[in-house]
Structures are given as structure tokens and as C-alpha cells.
């Protein structure tokens, strides 16, 4: 039984709420999703009338998270990502950068469907702390970037979970925090550990690699600056080289992100069809 049983709060109507909570959790701990997805929706719920709350049940997520259980922590990611939408009308941004590290350390468990929930979740904490969060979101960048960088060929057997967990993490900060992801990969070159992940022999990374880019050219072209055209030139040059390469994997990312290209209507597209 959870070391945090007794939760804070009014007296009144404690012990009805003690239930309520508990049989919350109960479900969000189902091996069935749709039971998890009720749950979740019922802690926001329940989240949105009793705030004061807040303290219990981010205990409860902490040991969600540190169970070996899977169903716990999708749960737990499923719970998040609803309750986080309550907004700073709650206590909820005070929690976020204590929790930033603990996501982090799940992106580091050898299972694709836990990480890529756990990536989602991680970019909805950082966008929800606003800028309490901005030394721990910079930290998470730097870790996805190092996890990238790690090997500058992919393994083979293609077995490094990190590396998935690297591009999934820059994908959901390119969409939740766009100006702060756009800055630290293209002020030093960082962008070219995106690169590197064309070459991995899995599809889901090489895929995600891609649209990491497309969205880098999406932001790029919204811009009114005269870096632009530079901008564009040098991810267009890193396509070329990958599309003339003899590496089969690098050839399949530098085609996935032309053709994403080719089929938008964006103005990064239309500069690099020219150029095409």
C-alpha cells in the first residue's frame, strides 16, 4: 500500500475523498487502456474541484513511475498529460521541474510504446512549466541531443533504446516549444545529431528523424529573417548528401523528408522544390 495514504487537505469528507482517489488510481493501474483513459479523465475530474489535492496525487505518480510495471507507468503518462491541461490554476507548475528528471529516466527503458508515451508526456510538463521549467527543459534537450550523438554510426542491430528516445524528444519539443528547440539546435550545429538517426536500421526512428526535420523547415520558413535562405540551404545540403549516399537507410530518410516537401504547401517547401 502507497507510504502516502494519508492525503492533505480539508478534514470534511477526507476519508470519502481517500476512496474516491484510491479506486482512481486502482484504475489508471489496469492492463486496459480504455480503463486507464476513464481513470485519467476522471483525476482531471477530480483535479479541476479539489486542487489542494495536487500533493497526493503527484506522490501517487511517483511511485506509478518507479513500479517495473508497464500499465503503471502508461497509466501514470495517460494521467499526466490530461491533468496538465488544468493549467497554473492549480499548484501543477510547481511540480514540473521535479519531475522533468524522472521522465527523463524513462525514456531510457528498453520499450518503443513506454518511450514514446513518456517523450509526449516530458514535452506536455516543459510547456506546462512555462519558463520555471527553462533550466530542466534546456537539460532534456541536451540529453536528447547527447543520446543522438552518442555513436556516430548506429548500431546495427539497432538495439539503443536512447536513440529512438532522442528524436521522439526533439519531435514533441519542435511541436510544444518550438522558438526554445529551433535556437538550441541550429546556434551550433546541433541539428546534425538529427542526421545521424537517418542511418539507423529501425523505421520508427529514421521516420521520426524525418519529421523532426519537416517541422525544423516548417519553422524556418515562418521566419521574417534574413538567415532563412541559409537556414534552408544547409538542411538542404545535409539531404543531398544522405540521398546520394550508398547507406540504403540514409537514401530512405533524405526521400522521406523530399517527399513530406514536395507534398506541402509551406513556404519552405516551395523555396526547396526550387532548388530541388
Known sequence: MSSHHHIG???AGGARRNIELENIFKELKSKNATVQQEAARKLYVYLVKHPEYCDYIFDQFYELLESDLKEYKLGCFLAMNKI???GRETRIVHYVNKFIPTMLKQLTINNPELVEKAAECLSNLAKAGGSVTAENVEKALDEAIRWLSKEKKASK????IKRYSGVLLLREFCKKL???TFNKLFDNESYKCIFLA???PRVAVRDTAAECINICLNLISERESKSK?????????EIKL?????DPNYQYSSLTVLSAILSSKGKGGEILKVRI
Open 198 to 200: 537517418f542511418r539507423d
Open 229 to 237: 535562405d541559409n537556414l534552408l540551404g544547409i538542411i538542404y545540403k
Open 178 to 180: 518550438p522558438i526554445i
Open 9 to 11: 487537505g480539508p478534514s
Open 242 to 246: 544522405a540521398y546520394e549516399d550508398q
Open 84 to 86: 496538465l491541461s488544468v
Open 157 to 160: 542491430v539497432g538495439s539503443d
